[in-house]
């Protein structure tokens, strides 16, 4: 089945700073989606790219498939975005999604 | 908003109890999934179901079985618990159409005993 990296595998940043987090994946998609999952385990849906460029506040998620990589940066960083990042994947028509295994970011103030 | 409610925050059983975990979703998703979160290994799916009374294994289907007889409502059931099923477990539904965007409920922290 198609494989999903996730790096840095941990990260921790000053408040106020910048960082981008990777995805790569082994195949061609035809999905694929952010997650944060918050310190109390609740998983929210940051962007649905896969393709293209998106932008939602501070976050922002940039999809080249072609070369089969997927980017999420957050900007001026705060606290509450600590948690751990997945990408998650899809190929093919059935809707089942194959996640990676997560970037935790700490954020200090 | 798309709601999907997971029955418990917390359970902890004893080993070879038979336990329930409930998921419901009040969007009218066709597709919800179970899935088990362990450090370092992610997010990996369990079973699936596509439609009532349907369901596929997922990557890690083995002391696990799950029932849906109603659209809103996928159950994940664990036969006989063992400690090395732990973890905390994640149901989430999907949006049709182009999207399919994944919803996910609160999560269930369970501890076999």
């Known amino acids: 089945g198609i494989q999903v990296e996730q790096s840095p595998p941990d990260l921790i940043l000053q408040e106020g700073a910048n960082s981008t987090l990777r995805c790569n994946f082994s195949?061609?998609?035809?999905?694929l989606q952010w997650f944060h999952q918050n310190p109390w385990g609740q998983l929210i849906n940051l962007f649905y790219?896969?393709?293209g460029t998106k932008q939602n506040g501070r976050l922002s998620a940039t999809t080249v498939a072609t070369e089969r990589y997927s980017l999420l940066y957050i900007s001026s960083s705060q606290t509450t975005d600590s948690g751990v990042y997945f990408c998650?994947?899809?190929?093919?028509?059935?809707?089942?999604?194959?996640f990676g295994k997560g970037i935790t970011l700490s954020v200090r103030p | 908003d798309v709601k999907v409610t997971q029955s418990s925050r917390y359970l902890v059983k004893r080993t070879g109890e038979k336990v329930f975990l409930e998921c419901v979703q009040d969007m009218d998703h066709e597709n919800m999934f179970w899935y088990r979160q362990d450090p370092g290994l992610g997010l990996r799916l369990i079973y699936f179901?596509?439609?009532?009374?349907?369901?596929e294994k997922g990557d890690i289907p083995e002391g696990y079985s799950v029932s849906r007889e109603k659209k809103e409502r996928f159950s994940l059931i664990l036969e006989s618990a063992s400690t090395n099923q732990t973890s905390m477990y994640l149901c989430?539904?999907?949006?049709?159409?182009?999207?399919?965007?994944?919803?996910f409920g609160a999560g269930t922290r369970l501890s076999v005993l």
């Open positions: 790219i896969p393709s």
């Open positions: 179901s596509y439609d009532v009374k349907m369901k």
């Open positions: 998650a994947v899809k190929t093919g028509a059935n809707s089942k999604l194959t």
């Open positions: 989430a539904s999907i949006s049709e159409g182009d999207k399919n965007i994944q919803y």
């Open positions: 195949d061609s998609v035809n999905n």
